[in-house]
């Protein structure tokens, strides 16, 4: 069957449905494969974390999938595994994600084991217990992780204690202990709830059959005590360097990031950001980082710069793993480029190469029904429009070499910038 | 899934497989080299690998620097991924743009330079990336396995190789394994994606029918004898967690008992995956039996398609307060109930419909099934991917037993502890806000 459609989703072929409680539905046909992606998010996560609950969000969100007042854990994994079928919730820190996937003919049961562990989780204690445990696990494990560490460490430095971002929302070895089933149950019944959530499906199912699945599975969940959908505050720039060292020992090569608090999802200079980005440290391997620390010097296997554009102003940062006898020269080259694209216009050749990239990658971006599926999320979550897409290339070639140098400059100011690494020595 | 695949042999001796799927304007093109870190004699380990590297580090038409440029200006996604049975190359463009992608990869069949300045600079960038690895527990562990595992065949080394080899490679090591292997009756071409089968096969006949076939040398094969006693081996190094690593000798994948192996795969650990979507383990045996028994933080087992015999492999982490010999003994209680009972048809008719699931996430993309169809033919032949599950699906409960009792023999195992060293001490700095 080779059914021929637009490959950029636009509002011609996404139907869209506003419930009555607050949720948005999307829904997209591919008849290509026989599968069904499910993905979408709701308005809470470890934003209502506090210094003495750290993990709260992220563990009790895990264990969603422990047991319902429905199904036990046994049930619920049965009936996903036995289908073929996936299923994930996780927390971010404004947002908890959800992601299922299974043959078209499974959608229902699929929807019914969410809405089941979104609305009716159980918490059981001897569940949650050895979940408690397999985390604090994970959570050693994650102590002798070089790029874990220099990641969680320069988000402590770069961001102030007064934000969400400063923090670890997977919590910490003494933190989780004290997260006590109440504690879960209280979490779940104080911010989950339908208002402003999104769900997403995209396969084998026909558009309006989907919109009438979801809204039978999740259109009678209300939730009075919902609090407002949470916003996550501005971030003060740095005025200074920033510097630690994290030792982990017995580790043969230094992770490092290097970076600063930057823009936002709906900031007027996300998109100029993430182009000037891609020329500094993305654009034909690894961009200009990637020629000077990698190919000319051999200093590092990657280094390389992401804008990450978030709900709030999520981090632009460069991230390396080098040898420790190395760290400083790559810093020394890091610094240099990013010094570059804040003093000097990009010229018109690297201009036109990145953007014929953005633009031109966007079919590959929706190759499988999860690229789709993610789209239309944005598209949702940031207010986006739903022909987004279709006018992407319009947008992307506005851009000018100077507003790419203005977003350069407003973000990376000379000496301020945040530096974690963590090897075996902490430099 | 679609369209059938058409399969060619050019006059040079390059397998093409052909397969038009117009859903969406993209096309992967993909080209395989049948050899790997399997092919790689002591003193030269990581060749292959570090070989794909300086496939990226230009030819006299396309000079180190312009081939990523060019790729992605043109919206596409391009890399490569040597395995311990081939090195294979992939562009996923655009489908107006893919001329480009053949190009490339025809000309790199030949011309690619190996200029010594760039093999002196990718030595230390390929260290790196091994001193990366060495970042894992389960890297150090994984090499002992296999080094302990495979004593005579070279399945038993890394496929980034040995510290040793990086240190002292040379560009004439690398040129000439470039030379020997890089042949076009030693490769296979595939296309997946928005094309017209004729026009694409024409293309692809007047870009690489020109290379002259060449004289591959004789394989290099030292089949690994039989093994006839566990063996054990422990890594202690710095961390605090303890994980067990298990390999159980299994044949090839064309043996006939590769498919009951794959259902015990889905059965003890949960299915693994063939791209596009995966299942979680939380019903599988394994599972019960370690995680759900607060023995093992996590548990994998996981069964790959080789060319030659390898491993059926087990990796657990240990739980915070449990030992490595508790979790030998339940995951050993374990394979001997397996070896010693029936699984149920409940488990079986799981397997068959994970499998089912999981070919039909992995044809959504056209990536996915470019890297499926040539590895498969590397194996022997496409049809192995596209009559995946029609062959697991024949498998009985009767088969699956007689695998368990035959490849989970304690004789065919070799076990490894990671032990972590210290007490999990670890020091963070307390020079925040200290001018750089």
Known sequence: ?427 | MGASVQKYVLKNGLTVLLKPIHTAPIVSWRVLYRVGSRNERTGQTGVSHWVEHMMFKGTPQFPAGTLDRLVDREGGVWNAHTFIDFTAYFETMPADRIDLALRIEADRMTNAVFAPEEVASERTVIISERQGRENSPLFWLGEEINGAAFRVHPYHHEIIGDMADLESMTRDDLYGHYQRYYKPNNAIAVAVGDFEPEAMLARIEALYGPIPAGELPAPFVRPEPEQRGERRVRVEREGNTAFLQVGYKVPDANHPDWFALAVLESVLGGPGGMGGGSVDNKTCRLYKALVMSEIAAAVNAGLTPTVDPFLFEIVLAVRDGRSLEEAEAALNAEIERIRTEDITQAELDKAIKQARALFAYSTEGVSGQSYWLAICENLGSYEWFETYVDRLSAVTVQDVRAAAEKYFDPRQRTVGWYIPTGDGDYAEGDDEGDEA
Request: charged share 20%; no cysteine; aromatic share 8%.
């Open chain 1, 1 to 427: 069957m080779n059914n021929r459609v637009n490959p950029i989703p636009g509002p011609d072929d996404i139907a869209r449905r506003e419930l009555a409680n607050g949720l948005v539905v999307l829904a997209r046909e591919n008849f290509n494969a026989q599968s069904v992606v499910l993905t979408g998010l709701l308005r809470t996560g470890a934003i209502f974390d506090t210094p003495q609950t750290l993990g709260l969000a992220d563990f009790g969100t895990e264990a969603l999938l422990y047991g319902t007042a429905n199904r036990s854990f046994e049930d619920i994994h049965e009936t996903l595994e036995g289908l073929g079928a996936d299923l994930e919730i996780s927390a971010g820190v404004s947002s908890t994600g959800f992601g299922g996937k299974a043959l078209a003919e499974d959608l229902g049961v699929l929807l019914d084991v969410l809405q089941d562990a979104l609305r009716y989780p159980a918490f059981p204690a001897d569940h949650v217990e050895r979940l408690r445990g397999e985390y604090m696990t994970s959570l050693q494990m994650q102590q002798h992780d070089t790029r874990y560490r220099a990641g969680e460490a320069f988000r402590a430095l770069a961001y102030p204690e007064s934000h969400p971002y400063h923090y670890s929302s997977d919590g910490t070895l003494e933190t989780i202990p004290a997260l006590g089933r109440d504690l879960l149950v209280d979490y779940h019944r104080r911010t989950f709830g339908p208002r402003d959530a999104i769900v997403v499906v995209v396969g084998a199912v026909p558009a309006e059959a989907a919109l009438d699945a979801v809204e039978a599975a999740l259109g009678g969940w209300t939730n009075p005590d919902q609090p407002p959908r949470p916003a996550i505050p501005p971030a003060p720039a740095l005025a200074e360097v920033r510097q630690t060292g994290v030792v982990v020992p017995g580790k043969t090569q230094s992770d490092l990031v290097l970076g600063v608090p930057g823009p936002g999802r709906r900031d007027p200079e996300f998109h100029a950001a993430r182009l000037v980005n891609n020329v500094l440290g993305l654009f034909g391997m690894m961009g200009r980082l990637g020629k000077t620390v990698r190919e000319a010097q051999g200093l590092a296997y990657y280094s390389y710069s992401l804008v990450e554009g978030e709900s709030g102003p999520g981090p632009w940062r460069v991230m390396a793993g080098v040898n420790p006898a190395n760290v400083g020269r790559a810093v020394e080259s890091i610094l240099a480029e990013i010094d570059r694209i804040t003093r000097e216009p990009v010229s018109e050749e690297d201009l036109a190469d990145n953007k014929a990239n953005f633009t031109g990658r966007l079919p590959l971006q929706l190759e499988n029904n999860e690229g789709v599926a993610s789209a239309i999320l944005r598209m949702e979550r940031y207010g986006l429009g739903l022909d987004y897409l279709r006018t992407y290339a319009a947008t992307i070639n506005a851009l000018t070499a100077d507003d790419l140098l203005a977003a350069a400059q407003k973000y990376f100011k000379p000496g301020a910038y945040a530096l974690a690494v963590a090897g075996p020595d902490g430099k």
